[in-house]
């Protein structure tokens, strides 16, 4: 095992310490991380959606932005503004928002209009942001992280299919086990008794870790066969009437080639993770579920059947055979 995994191995036990009974939305959040992507989780209010994303900046060496979305907000609360400065050389100054800086925390996006949503477009897409006509790079450690709750829809705005392609995994976070809650609330009690001027200084995990893992995971092997695999996954939730009558009517639209993109990066990652050197088919079905969700749209067929996304996804995973 080498040095970098060795050290992101630590950064996710620190994190799983924290947040207990999560471990698959821990892990996904490392994963996102290491393939430079963007990240949403969706789940209902308490199962600590919030809490993971902290946990993992302050395990690692990382400014964190923690954005409540709200129906008030405006494009200028995230991006910043031009301030006018009469007394100054340039009379407009521009006062850089909370998205300038490595961990964005998009608290409840879909409680923001869809002009306060699109802000974060460019940015998640060219890590970049244009104010007043001037564009302003963001830091080359850039990661946003929405959280949205699933119920309570009164007063929402759903996100656009173009955002939601840009993010590059959609992870349902669901209830904890029973063990896990009994500890949760050990957990807890333990941190509303210890003092936080007494709390041990931590060492984070350096940002040179990521990018060097970064470039450990960019030399992972992926066969020809492997990548016809993920383009024919893809291809069947735009064609599936070549699979199956039953998968053509759940579906009315299917994924982009982002979705490709994706699976070649989560699966390079996934393999590294698990301390290999090339990817198999099971680095691919082990992220399907999680790319895909967000960007197959059901038919009408579907939901009436109450057909769920992670069974249309199941079904594709049957049909489609390892090149």
Avoid at 7 to 18: G, K, P, Q, R
Wanted: proline share 5%; hydrophobic share 40%.
């Amino acid at each position: 095992m080498n040095k970098n995994l060795q050290a992101i191995n630590v950064l996710e036990t620190e994190m799983n310490s924290s947040v207990l009974g999560q471990e698959n939305i821990v892990r996904r959040i490392i994963l996102v991380l290491l393939a430079n992507g963007n990240l949403l989780l969706e789940g209902l209010p308490g199962l600590a959606k919030t809490r993971a994303i902290s946990s993992l900046a302050k395990n690692l060496d990382a400014g964190l932005s923690r954005i409540q979305f709200t129906p008030d907000l405006l494009p200028s609360d995230i991006t910043g503004t031009e301030v006018y400065q009469p007394e100054a050389k340039e009379k407009f100054i521009f006062q850089p928002g909370p998205i300038f800086n490595n961990l964005i925390l998009a608290d409840e996006i879909n409680r923001a209009p869809a002009k306060v949503q699109s802000a974060l477009l460019e940015a998640m897409e060219e890590r970049q942001v244009t104010v007043a006509g001037e564009t302003h790079a963001l830091d080359p450690l850039f990661m946003v992280m929405a959280t949205q709750n699933p119920i309570e829809q009164e007063g929402t705005y759903p996100l656009p299919e173009a955002q939601m392609d840009r993010f590059l995994m959609h992870v349902i976070v669901d209830y904890p086990d029973v063990a896990s809650e009994i500890k949760v609330l050990s957990l807890v009690r333990s941190e509303e008794a210890s003092s936080p001027s007494k709390a041990k200084e931590k060492e984070t995990l350096s940002q040179d870790i990521v990018f060097e893992a970064r470039k450990d995971i960019h030399k992972i092997h992926v066969s020809e066969s492997i990548e016809n695999y993920i383009v024919a996954l893809v291809n069947a939730t735009r064609y599936p009437e070549k699979y199956s009558e039953v998968l053509a009517s759940w579906i009315d639209y299917g994924a982009s080639p982002r979705a490709s993109i994706a699976f070649d990066k989560c699966s390079r990652v996934n393999a590294w993770l698990n301390e290999k050197d090339f990817v198999s088919p099971d680095d691919v079905r082990a992220v399907a579920h999680d790319i895909l969700r967000h960007r197959i749209v059901q038919s009408y067929e579907a939901n009436a059947e109450g057909v769920t996304k992670n069974q249309i996804i199941d079904e594709l995973l049957k049909l489609v055979a390892v090149a």
